[in-house]
Each structure stands twice: as structure tokens, then as C-alpha cells.
């Protein structure tokens, strides 16, 4: 089938971006529906690996983004992912930045976006998770609504931990979308220390009424020095958060100058962000030193690459622009190459 997603992106790509995403998403729920997914998409592979406690069919994820609102975990996890992760979900519906607002950069295999935590509301996605029939690994990603000050971004955070708490595998606290003005001052110092005591605090209370233990994750931007990402990994020990995501998009423009949407506003995505974010990984993991996993993204395009996030340190990896631009055959590929 590898033939056939070059003729499928050339026609994608000559849509507007963010009509090509939906669209590309209906058309694999409707595969799915009509049960398709495994004649088109083959057999997942089949590579378990326990990380944070839990079960990961293989090791390949898709990032956060992609299904914000959980609505197509099912259709989505037939595609061959070993684990689905939906979000930014926010306490309260809102309709993100005005469009345009998702740009491709062809020739740099990369995108550019200020969605700006689009999303219907955690109310909406609690409803989902609960249809979704599909035994795979769910992360569930929470944000801060937009006009939530930033000073009262732990009430948000911990809404969405509460509604989200018993439906999901693991939990993610997106501290790092260049989107959302303010957010990623979350990622330091007092700030971040106060975000994690009140969701750590919250986590215990829900695990000890619910009798069940849910893993919480931070994701962190690539935009930081040596430093700052070293302060960070000593404070998720200090914490006992339970994982790492790294990374998010980057603000940097350095690898895509000159190139047509290169200077639009948003996070950058794609191979332009891999050794950035491979970076990261390897400066988590030498001040972790395996005590807490890390779950590497960031400008995944070949089973090489995954590769290299895990001798970097990382124990999963997720991917979404990879996926935009390669199709369902990355997701075999990587957790082939992965396979323990
Ligand atoms: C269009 C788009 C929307 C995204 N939305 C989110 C989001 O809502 N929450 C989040 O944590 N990351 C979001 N991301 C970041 C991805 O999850 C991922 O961390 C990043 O793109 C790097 O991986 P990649 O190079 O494989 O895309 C988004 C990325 C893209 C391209």
C-alpha cells in the first residue's frame, strides 16, 4: 500500500490545511465504520511495553492535537497507533485563533500552528472517551482556557484532572503550547511548582476515592536552555510526576528561513524540530536517570529517527506530523524498528 499515500497527500495537500486534517480524519473514521481499517491499514504491531504502569500495545503514540476532542479514538487506534493521546481539551469550550491558523512547509517536511487550544469543551470529551469502544492506551491532554489569567491556571488544570480523572490510562499537563499567551511561564520555577502541588494533592485525593492510581505527565516546549530543562527535571522528581513529554512545537524559525509560511505565527512541527527535541530527551534523561519515562516527539520521519529518540533516552514516542506527511506506513515502520 505504500504507493498509495503520495497520491493521497497530493490531493490533501491541495486543500487548505485545516480542511485537509478534518477531512483526512473523517475519511479513517469512515474506513473504520465501514470496517475497513484492517484491510487498508494491515494488523497493528503487536510490541508491548510497560511504561508508567501501563500496558502500551507498541510504542508508537500520536501526539496530542490531532483529535482534540476524542472524537475518533477508535478509528484512530485501527490506524496502528499503540496509544492515542487526545486533547488539549480545556474546562470550558472556545473556538481557538481565527483561521488561517495551520500552515504546511513543504519543502521543510514541517507545519506551522496557532490553533490555539480549539476544543469543545471537557464535557464533550468525557462523553466520547466513554463511547469509545477500543481497548487502546488513552492519554487525555489538559489545558487552560484562554481567558483564564494565568495566575488561576492550576483551577483550570485541575477541573479537567477531576472530569477527565477515572476515563483516562494517563493523564497530560500541557504547559507548553506557544499559543495560549502565558502558558509556558508554567514551566518554571514557583509556577510550575505550585501547578504540580495542587494536581499531584488532587491526583492523591481522586486515586484514593476512586481506587484508581492515573499517571500524570507534563509536556514540556524544546524552546529551553540546558538549564531551565535541567531545573525542570529535578522538580518532576521532586514531585513524582509520573512521566515526561518532550516536546512540544518550537517558536525557533532558524531551520525554515526564507520559506513560504516560515514567518507565520505558531508552533513549528516536523523535521525541523528533531534534533532540538532529541536534545531535550537527552538532557532529561541524564538528570532522570531512568526514574521517571520519557515519551519523546518531535519531527519523527523514519524508523531511524525513532530510533534515536529512544538511545536518546525516551521509552515511547509520539508522532502527528510525521503521520500528516507519511501516512499510516511511519506508524508500522516505527514500532517495527522498536520492537524489544
Ligand atoms: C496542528 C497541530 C496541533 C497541535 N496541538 C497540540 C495540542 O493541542 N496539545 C499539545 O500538547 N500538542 C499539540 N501539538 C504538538 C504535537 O503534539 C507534538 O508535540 C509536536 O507537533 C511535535 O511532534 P511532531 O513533529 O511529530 O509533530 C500540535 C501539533 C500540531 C502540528
Redesign the pocket.
Known sequence: MSFIYPLVRRFFFSLDAEKAHLLGLKAIKLLHSAKLSRIVFGQPIASPKTVMGLTFPNAVGL???LD?NGDYIDALSAVGFGFVEI??VTPRAQPGNPQPR?FRIPEAQA?V?R?G?NNKGVEHLVKQVKKAQSDTIIGI?IGKNIDTPVESAADDYKVCLQKVYTLADYITI?IS?PNTPGLRTLQFGDELKHLLDVLKTEQKILSESTQKYVPLAV?IAPDMDDNDVKLIAELLLEKDIDAVIA???TVSRSAVEGLENAEEQGGL??VP?FQQSTHVVRVLSEHLNGNIPIIA????FSAQDAKDKIAAGADLVQ????FIYQGHELIRECAEALKS
Open positions: 501526539a496530542a492535537g482534540k486533547g488539549t495551520l507545519i500552528n490553533m487550544f491532554n500541557n503550547s509536556k516536546t512540544n512545537t512541527s516536523g524540530v516527539a518531535g519531527g519523527i508522532i502527528y506530523t510525521g
